[in-house]
């Protein structure tokens, strides 16, 4: 099993940034990606961006030119730079990995942007 714990989240202002940060534990071997998802209130968890051991990254549309992904070094840890962020990018995060076949996923890290 894989456990994953995000933090980072909080209220900005429309225009602003923050760091998302997600740190893994447990059998961390078994991680090929890691990345991110949001969940808006009423909406379905959409997919903003991965990052597999390969190296490949992969955005959302949405959030391209604006938000960066990356790994740490010890590729237990993900990261998510969220630039320039608007009222439509206010939702639940969540950390997720892949391997093994089984996905995990944190509890959610909730980002509010204000108007």
């Known amino acids: 099993q894989v456990q994953l714990v995000e933090s980072g989240g909080g209220l900005v202002q429309a225009g602003g940034s923050l760091r998302l940060s997600c740190a893994a534990s447990?059998?961390?071997?078994?991680?090929?990606?890691m990345g991110w998802y949001r969940q808006a209130p009423g909406k379905r968890r959409e997919l903003v961006a991965t990052?597999?051991?390969?190296?490949?990254?992969n955005y959302a549309d949405f959030v391209k030119g604006r938000f960066t992904i990356s790994r740490g070094n010890t590729r237990n840890t993900v990261y998510l730079q969220m630039n320039s962020l608007n009222p439509e990018d206010a939702a639940v995060y969540y950390c997720w990995s892949y391997g093994g076949g089984l996905d995990h996923w944190g509890k959610g890290t909730l980002v509010t942007v204000s108007s």
């Open positions: 990052f597999t051991n390969g190296g490949m990254r």
């Open positions: 447990g059998s961390i071997f078994s991680i090929n990606a």
